[in-house]
């Protein structure tokens, strides 16, 4: 067993679906020439996930990554790098007065994956705000 080979044919065929379509949306064509798997049965597993809201479709039909991929990685709980970030963000936003974004690319677009809203209302002097930023770009 390889690592794009569980046994499972199926599901590694299905896997290789949803992983071809982050990369953007891809008509029945390009999934089979980017995945290697027979047009029937990339048509019949593309169709089955988009049953199961795993697939949806773009308004040209083009086969994209549905809602349920969202949720499912919503569930799966709190991205390790929010988490160690929240600290920064906060003394950022604290130092500033502003709002602090992280931002995430993913292969898509760049999203923002955490923003702290503004807690302060006054901007502190100028060296204090350059000496916060320092420390965080140090750390």
Same mark, same amino acid.
């Given at each position: 067993?390889?690592?794009?080979?569980?046994?499972?044919?199926?599901?590694?065929? +299905?896997? *290789?679906?949803?992983?071809?379509?982050?990369?953007?949306?891809?008509? #029945? @064509?390009? /999934?089979?020439? &980017? %995945? $290697?798997?027979?047009?029937?049965?990339?048509?019949?597993?593309?169709?089955?996930?988009?049953?199961?809201?795993?697939?949806?479709?773009?308004?040209?039909?083009?086969?994209?990554?549905?809602?349920?991929?969202?949720?499912?990685?919503? +569930?799966? *709980?709190?991205?390790?790098?929010?988490?160690?970030?929240?600290?920064? #963000? @906060?003394? /950022?936003?604290? &130092? %500033? $007065?502003?709002?602090?974004?992280?931002?995430?690319?993913?292969?898509?677009?760049?999203?923002?994956?955490?923003?702290?809203?503004?807690?302060?209302?006054?901007?502190?002097?100028?060296?204090?705000?350059?000496?916060?930023?320092?420390?965080?770009?140090?750390?």
């Amino acid at each position: 067993m390889d690592k794009k080979n569980s046994g499972v044919g199926v599901l590694d065929k +299905a896997v *290789g679906i949803l992983a071809t379509l982050e990369s953007g949306p891809h008509s #029945l @064509a390009e /999934l089979v020439a &980017a %995945t $290697g798997i027979a047009r029937p049965t990339a048509h019949r597993l593309a169709v089955a996930l988009e049953f199961h809201r795993l697939v949806a479709r773009d308004l040209n039909g083009r086969f994209i990554l549905g809602p349920r991929s969202a949720e499912l990685a919503a +569930a799966a *709980g709190e991205d390790r790098l929010i988490a160690a970030a929240a600290p920064a #963000l @906060a003394a /950022l936003r604290d &130092a %500033t $007065g502003e709002s602090a974004q992280l931002p995430q690319e993913n292969r898509r677009s760049s999203i923002v994956a955490k923003e702290i809203s503004v807690s302060v209302l006054q901007l502190p002097n100028v060296s204090q705000v350059f000496a916060t930023l320092s420390l965080l770009v140090h750390h």
